[in-house]
């Protein structure tokens, strides 16, 4: 801040900041909690797991048995919470409801959450870009945005970063930059796994879907637009990948060790071979434009 100066404490005495107040957020302050140290927890959304009530409605393929950390559940326990069947595989909204938020209430962990403070910056109090000299020795210096717009710093002896990536997905370009016309055309685009079988239902049904992407969260969408196909004629869906060779990407099906993962490698694949989803391969983006059919 112009005009002032900030005291720098004994780098012992500060809390360890935590980005992020999702599963992993809260387990780190659990973890720090129980080792007497003090979490300060910043989550830029307005809840805790903010980013998960984005996709509340996905199935995770992860069962409960190695979602649950020993150290937040024997904390969660001894305040009457039972542990959920090991083997079941929640959605992201009963892992909100049965996990995050529980944990979030435990007053060890509570007091130290901080809603709606976004961090916009890192880096080491009191050194510039160039000077080294010490500088591991120096408590971090967190910028954080509140909610009335401000920019305040914040120290920390350590920093956790548990903010995940949901927020800041990929663009379509290969190169890691947005194409030409993506940006201009960002409302046609959902980037993440679109509810098609709640809110998002108008968008897709009847229509024809292009998705781009290999990873398990396309794997997920193209699925439930199968389903939806299935469901509402005229809907088409499109998987375009960069890749020659689909094989690799579709999984180890029965050999995975998750096995609801390798599941749905396994269930495309059989979509695939029966038409449901169209495949395009060694597929590379150069620029989106709009027509009176959609975006070409």
């Not at 509340?56 to 150290?71: A, C, E, M, Q, T």
């Not at 080491?124 to 971090?140: I, L, M, N, T, W």
């Not at 995975?256 to 029966?274: F, N, T």
Request: aromatic letters at 6%.
């Amino acid at each position: 801040m112009k005009g002032t100066h900030m005291e720098t404490p004994s780098t012992h005495a500060l809390p360890t900041a935590i980005i992020g107040a999702g599963p992993i957020g809260l387990v780190a302050a659990a973890h720090l909690v129980s080792r007497g140290e003090t979490p300060l927890v910043l989550e830029a959304g307005g809840t805790v797991g903010a980013s998960i009530r984005r996709w509340s409605h996905v199935r995770l393929f992860s069962p409960w048995k190695y979602l649950v950390d020993p150290v937040a559940r024997t904390m969660l326990e001894a305040t009457g919470w039972t542990m959920p069947d090991p083997e079941q595989i929640p959605t992201g909204g009963e892992l909100l409801d049965q996990l995050v938020v529980p944990l979030a209430a435990l007053p060890q962990i509570a007091p130290h959450i901080h809603l709606n403070r976004k961090v916009v910056g890192v880096t080491r109090h009191g050194y510039d870009k160039v000077k080294s000299a010490g500088r591991e020795q120096a408590p971090f210096e967190l910028i954080v945005r509140t909610p009335g717009g401000c920019e305040e710093p914040m120290l920390a002896r350590a920093v956790i970063d548990a903010s995940g990536t949901y927020q800041q997905p990929s663009p379509i370009g290969a190169s890691g930059l947005p194409v030409e016309g993506e940006t201009a055309l960002a409302e046609r685009i959902h980037y993440g796994i679109p509810d098609v079988f709640g809110g998002d239902r108008t968008r897709y049904a009847g229509k024809r879907t292009l998705v781009v992407g290999s990873g398990h969260s396309a794997f997920t969408a193209l699925l439930d637009l199968a389903r939806l196909a299935g469901e509402a004629p005229g809907t088409e869906v499109v998987w375009a990948i960069r890749r020659y060779d689909v094989g690799l990407i579709i999984g180890g099906g029965t050999k995975d060790a998750l096995p609801a993962r390798g599941e749905l490698g396994a269930r495309l694949q059989r979509l695939i071979e029966r038409g449901t989803i169209t495949l395009v391969t060694g597929f590379r983006t150069s620029r989106l434009v709009r027509s009176e059919r959609g975006i070409l």
